[in-house]
Nanobody, 126 residues
Framework: QVQLVESGGGLAQAGGSLRLSCAAS??????????MGWFRQTPGKDRDFVAA????????YYADSVKGRFAISRDNAKNTVYLQMNSMKPEDTAVYYC?????????????????WGQGTQVTVSS
């Protein structure tokens, strides 16, 4: 089993920044994880891909809507992934979830991820 704990959400003004963290634990994490991702969800909508990072090689992937503004990074020693959000917009308001992906499936689909954090609210005011 893998457990994920997110932190760092809150309120930001448009143009401002927030940094999310997600710490993973569990004895199977290092054997299971090939990538970690961030997704976001607003009421009544699907969970949308935001960013992902390959756990071993560190390659990164972004949704077009956040490219150039958000940056995903990882600390393998701490089993932690980060999402630095800059130049934030009101449309970035959502609950943000981190997730762990195993071997199969595309990095861009929520269905490919097996373990999820509890979510953290991010609100951007105009």
């Amino acid at each position: 089993q893998v457990q994920l704990v997110e932190s760092g959400g809150g309120l930001a003004q448009a143009g401002g920044s927030l940094r999310l963290s997600c710490a993973a634990s569990g004895h199977t994490f290092s054997r299971f994880a090939t990538a970690m991702g961030w997704f976001r969800q607003t009421p009544g909508k699907d969970r949308d891909f935001v960013a992902a990072i390959d756990w071993s090689g560190g390659s990164t992937y972004y949704a077009d809507s956040v490219k150039g503004r958000f940056a995903i990074s990882r600390d393998n020693a701490k089993n932690t992934v980060y999402l630095q959000m800059n130049s934030m917009k009101p449309e970035d308001t959502a609950v943000y979830y981190c997730a762990v992906k195993g071997t199969f499936g595309t990095r861009y689909s929520a269905a490919s991820y097996s373990y999820w954090g509890q979510g953290t609210q991010v609100t951007v005011s105009s």
